[in-house]
């Protein structure tokens, strides 16, 4: 697509639900990003994706939280048993690769969880 | 650990004055890319500038230009005829070396642009 999307935009959900957040990359983005922005806070590194493989969750929070990519492309990220501190806006982003030396990432326009 | 630090939460700026937001990273790297992006109350993130570490010359995109002190770990934005639509979260960013992927970012600065 032409841009990173992201859905939903908000989600309101019950705490102790389970939920899914949805990132659909840049096409022929191989690298793919989740970040978490908390108020008042800067964003958070959450997981990092080459193609289909996650070879960096150490900043997922607890095991509730979990994700996925399929065909090198669409992005699901999971919070199982949300709690009200999974309160944030969930940002994801893509870039051509890994690599800095020509490429900078794109973000999509995040979806705000609230816990309630 | 590379870190980014941002040290004014919230910034405000007459209408076409000129307003600098500050930035300062530590890392061990030699080579690695610094950003500045935007976000707007619609939550998108907006690439303001890139700076590419091994480049002396500070960038420039129109109103937008940096000044970067590699040697002191700084990089700070200066906005130019600050305009309404300015108004903003600015957020400084690390970009890792190849090979490495994790973009670390600052706290934000909240920029209010007045009329």
């Known amino acids: 697509g032409a841009g990173v999307s992201q859905s939903p935009s908000n989600k309101v959900t019950e705490k102790g639900k389970d939920v899914e957040l949805r990132c659909d990359p840049i096409?022929?983005?191989?690298?793919l990003y989740w970040y978490r922005q908390s108020l008042g806070q800067g964003l958070e590194f959450l997981i990092y994706f080459q193609g289909n493989s996650a070879p960096d969750k150490s900043g997922l929070p607890s095991d509730r939280f979990s994700a996925e990519r399929t065909g090198g492309s669409v992005s699901t990220l999971t919070i199982q048993r949300t709690q009200q501190e999974d309160s944030a806006v969930y940002l994801c982003?893509?870039?051509?690769?890994?690599?800095?030396?020509?490429?900078?990432?794109?973000f999509g326009q995040g979806t705000r969880l609230t816990v309630v | 650990a590379q870190t980014v630090t941002q040290s004014q939460p919230e910034m405000s700026v007459q209408e076409a004055e000129t307003v600098t937001l500050s930035c300062t990273y530590d890392?061990?790297?030699?080579?690695?890319?610094l950003f500045w992006y935007k976000q707007p109350p619609s939550r998108q993130m907006i690439l303001v500038i890139r700076q590419e570490a091994y480049k002396q010359q500070n960038a420039t995109e129109n109103r937008f230009s940096v000044n970067f002190q590699k040697a002191a770990k700084s990089f700070s934005l200066k906005i130019s005829d600050s305009q309404l639509g300015d108004a903003a979260m600015y957020f400084c960013a690390y970009g890792p070396p190849s090979g490495t992927y994790k973009y670390i970012f600052g706290t934000g600065t909240r920029l209010k642009v007045l009329a």
């Open positions: 890392t061990s790297e030699s080579d690695y890319y």
């Open positions: 096409s022929g983005h191989t690298a």
């Open positions: 982003a893509s870039s051509l690769g890994a690599g800095a030396w020509a490429t900078e990432a794109f």
